[in-house]
């Protein structure tokens, strides 16, 4: 049961260009959404996250929306940097009651590539 | 630098052994999850401590327990490893433990081999 989606595997864009990387959540219980991101042989590192009540989070060139009617947001990265390559994961977690409290759910993840 | 220590970097060891993955959590942070990643499953939730006592429990396995000790550090002891066993293992901490709404921040992960 795969509760949070990243449909697409992988992602290549041009040094400059806009990065939009997608994600899609299929539990309604779900009220905090996050994104990490994560190079070979690391951990994942935080990113960006956002609450069920916003539906918009910006910190500086990242930028993290959310729709709540279609279960699904998407991260922005304008522009996008060779740096920027790495694995994009988006997580979910639900409130206090819920079984998907004090837990985080992960996408499989995409391959973001930023050519110089 | 996550503030999240994990140990050891790497474990090699054979089917039927017991092994024991330690995380030290950021300074301040009372909860402490351990998190299993694996080629074909992904990052997969296991277990959540929150100042000592068991929070939150995911598909751990029954071969697997952890444990947080008073001064926050927490152990993950898997047990009559398999093959299958094989998987990076992530530590994240938090500030608190109550709300959906604060960061988790991971360790660098301990790589367990079975063979």
């Known amino acids: 049961d795969q509760q949070v989606k990243q449909n697409s595997p992988s992602l290549s864009v041009q040094e400059g260009r806009i990065s939009i990387l997608n994600c899609d959540y299929t539990n309604s219980m779900f009220d905090y959404f996050l994104w990490y991101k994560k190079y070979p042989a690391e951990g994942p590192t935080f990113l960006i996250s956002i609450s069920s009540i916003k539906d918009k989070n910006e910190d500086g060139r990242f930028t993290v929306f959310l729709n709540k009617s279609a279960k699904h947001l998407s991260l922005h990265i304008v522009p996008s940097q060779p740096g920027d390559s790495a694995v994009y994961f988006c997580?979910?977690?639900?409130?206090?009651?819920?079984?998907?409290?004090?837990?985080?759910?992960f996408g499989q993840g995409t391959i973001l590539t930023v050519h110089p | 630098d996550s503030g999240v220590t994990q140990t050891p970097k790497h474990l090699i060891t054979a089917t039927g052994q017991r092994v024991t993955l330690r995380c030290s959590p950021r300074?301040?942070?009372?909860?402490v999850y351990w998190y299993q990643q694996s080629l074909d499953q992904g990052l997969q939730f296991l277990i959540q401590y929150y100042n000592g006592e068991e929070r939150a429990k995911g598909n751990i396995l029954e071969r697997f327990s952890a444990q947080q000790f008073p001064d926050l550090h927490s152990e993950l002891n898997l047990s009559s490893l398999e093959l299958g066993d094989s998987a990076l293992y992530f530590c994240?901490?938090?500030?608190?433990?109550?709300?959906?709404?604060?960061?988790?921040?991971f360790g660098p992960g301990t790589r367990l081999t079975v063979t």
């Open positions: 997580a979910a977690s639900g409130s206090a009651g819920g079984t998907s409290y004090g837990k985080l759910t």
């Open positions: 300074s301040g942070d009372l909860s």
């Open positions: 994240a901490s938090s500030r608190q433990g109550f709300s959906s709404s604060y960061e988790q921040y």
